[in-house]
């Protein structure tokens, strides 16, 4: 049977603020959406407090005074998110990154491996993440991923549990006559109130509906979901990441402009996070793609198709200028930029020329060191010109706190 474990950072966004700040340590902390219009993640502190997920800032100043409002640094974020996820490959090459501060691990086999036992193994690369990189994560273990959701959860929420809560083939019958539908991974209010409408409220009872009425009401997903909660691992780990069919970068302005340089600037910034994002997927672009949008939200687009497939913002750059010249107007306010790759195809299969143009071989030799740059130094360490985040011009010397 399979052991697939989930591993879940806790608070992921606060957990990295307070990494980066301990003074905000053991306090209320909430991090702000974009143009910090309202909370998107909260410290069990402020948790505690009572403000809900969603609410905005304005409310939030005027209710909860005692908390420090954060402004979202998604740069920081990810490149944590990269270091936890190196350090989980460390133990398997079995990893699935389910989102930003999740991750799916197929550890099957892995006791005889590490010589020791399961619970062990988790243990290890809970302290691991937590001492080396300082950030609090809990790990749920079980023989399918819905189940390993469901110990994840159970470890958050049980603090006895120290992080930790494993299923075993064992424990699930009884946990499934504990577990409500609406608490399990995948199911949404509409297929609760589906399963509600027939009179089925715990887990319990949906595995002991027949195959065929559960695919009837719920097509080929019901009976994945049986199968998952009676401990059968329907969805393995995919550790072989899906190329993407386009990259994007968007982002609102701090504050409306009417700035030419500001606006181009922005672009630059946008080019270099998808071209680092290309990079590291192994892809070019065959076309580069710009987007204005005004104060009153009208979008302008347009875009071009580069002479050869690149990854590399110094030559996208040239032509994102040009688009944007066509579309920018003195006289029109906007409110946010953007920068598309589409039409993306894979270095390997990209044609080789055995004359490389002197600017082509310039320009690799700098996209690597700007990225080796930033691997050591972290997101945005390194700018070309007076590139930088659209969202972080107000932010001098890490000043991005409210109170």
Not at 13 to 21: I, K, Y
Not at 68 to 80: A, K, Q
Not at 170 to 193: P, S
Not at 201 to 228: H, M, P, T
Request: hydrophobic share 35%.
């Amino acid at each position: 049977m399979a052991e697939i474990a989930l591993v879940d950072c806790n608070n992921f966004f606060v957990s990295c603020e307070q990494l980066m700040n301990p003074a905000l340590q053991n306090r209320a902390v909430c991090v702000l959406s974009n143009n910090d219009g309202c909370v998107i993640a909260r410290s069990k502190e402020a948790k505690k407090l009572g403000i809900p997920m969603g609410y905005p800032l304005f409310k939030a100043k005027k209710e909860f005074k005692n908390v420090v409002y954060v402004s979202r640094n998604f740069g920081l974020y990810h490149d944590i998110s990269n270091r936890i996820m190196t350090k989980l490959l460390s133990y398997t090459p079995e990893v699935e990154q389910y989102s930003i501060d999740e991750a799916f691990l197929d550890l099957t086999g892995l006791k005889k491996l590490y010589r020791c036992s399961y619970e062990e193994i988790i243990a290890k690369i809970k302290y691991e993440i937590e001492t080396e990189i300082g950030v609090p994560v809990s790990i749920g273990l079980a023989p399918s991923k819905t189940l390993a959701k469901l110990a994840c959860e159970k470890a958050k929420k049980d603090e006895a549990s120290l992080g930790l809560c494993r299923i075993r083939s064992r424990d699930i019958n009884e946990i499934l006559k504990k577990t409500y539908v609406e608490d399990v991974w995948g199911v949404g209010k509409n297929t609760a109130a589906l399963f509600h409408k027939y009179g089925i409220y715990k887990c319990s009872e949906i595995v002991k509906q027949n195959d065929f009425w559960l695919k009837k009401i719920w097509g080929k997903r019901g009976l994945e979901l049986k199968a998952e909660l009676l401990g059968n691992s329907i969805s393995s780990v995919k550790s072989k990441i899906e190329l993407p069919k386009s990259i994007q970068k968007t982002c609102a302005f701090s504050k409306f402009t009417q700035d030419k340089t500001y606006i181009k600037d922005s672009l630059h910034y946008h080019t270099h996070q998808v071209c680092s994002k290309l990079r590291k997927l192994g892809l070019q672009t065959e076309i580069v793609c710009v987007m204005l949008r005004t104060k009153d939200f009208r979008v302008f687009v347009d875009k071009m198709v580069l002479p050869e497939p690149s990854d590399s913002e110094f030559l996208i750059n040239q032509y994102a200028d040009k688009i944007f010249e066509k579309l920018y107007s003195p006289e029109i306010i906007y409110r946010s930029s953007g920068i598309f790759a589409e039409k993306l195809t894979e270095k390997s299969a990209s044609q080789l020329f055995l004359f490389e143009d002197k600017k082509a071989e310039k320009s690799k030799k700098l996209t690597a060191l700007w990225d080796n740059f930033e691997k050591k130094y972290g997101r945005n360490s390194f700018s070309i010109g007076t590139m930088k985040d659209p969202q972080e011009e107000n932010k001098i010397h890490g000043q991005n706190y409210f109170s």
